[in-house]
């Protein structure tokens, strides 16, 4: 899940296996989630993005899922590769007195390893 | 290709001495907004503008400045940079709001000595 600490929550999976991001968001009223990638020297890359009014979205190779019940945002990578490695983070978008804000998270390092 | 550019890439400079930092976008993008990234805390906002003319601060606007005269355009200015402003900065663009996706520059490395 997601750290406010100096030192990022790391994953490590083996390369081929199902990897699986966390993310804890803070406001219910909260109408737009969006998963970004970030690699080293680099500037964050969007990966999916997903409404309030879905519970599931499908990319290439990759799955959010929104659960409004308990406040939680998941990022699944199938078939992780080395090119996956890098910083994830969630962000969520608050829309208060009609102006839209986008709150992101401090991030999860994901290392593949063969 | 669709891109935000953020100039320079990295930039050393000492206290006190005005810096800008240029972004652009060409994607005719109505919103655009400057963040910086320290360890541990996340990206945060620090100026927004949801059109030409308009600009609005974010959650840490203290020290610096931006402009928006032209829609592609918005440099983020530093009059006086200290050390606490030491960070990575990030352009980022949107068409209209942050209710949509933000494409973001590839950074400027800002040190101050």
């Known amino acids: 899940g997601e750290s406010v600490g100096l030192h990022l929550p790391t994953l490590s999976v083996q390369e081929g296996d199902n990897s699986i991001i966390n993310c804890a968001y803070s406001n219910s009223a909260s109408d737009y989630f969006i998963w970004y990638k970030q690699e080293s020297g680099k500037g964050p890359q969007f990966i999916i993005d997903?409404?309030?009014?879905?519970d599931k979205r499908q990319g290439q190779r990759v799955t959010v899922l929104l659960n409004k019940t308990v406040k939680h945002l998941s990022l699944q990578i199938a078939a992780t590769q080395p090119g996956d490695s890098a910083v994830y983070f969630c962000a969520e978008n608050i829309n208060a007195y009609n102006t839209d804000k986008l709150i992101f998270g401090t991030g999860t390092r994901l290392q593949v390893f063969p | 290709e669709a891109q935000v550019t953020q100039n320079p890439r990295y930039l050393i400079t000492v206290t006190g001495k005005k810096l800008t930092v240029t972004c652009s976008q060409n994607?005719?993008?109505?919103?655009m907004s400057w963040y910086r990234q320290d360890p541990g805390l996340g990206l945060r906002q620090i100026y927004y503008s949801m059109n030409v003319e308009v600009t609005d601060k974010g959650d840490v606007p203290e020290g610096y400045k931006v402009s928006r005269k032209e829609k592609r355009n918005f440099p983020l200015i530093l009059e006086s940079p200290s050390p606490n402003q030491t960070s990575l900065y990030f352009c980022a663009s949107s068409r209209s709001t942050t209710n949509e996706k933000l494409f973001f520059g590839s950074g400027t490395q800002l040190s101050v000595l």
């Open positions: 994607m005719n993008h109505e919103y």
């Open positions: 997903i409404r309030s009014n879905m």
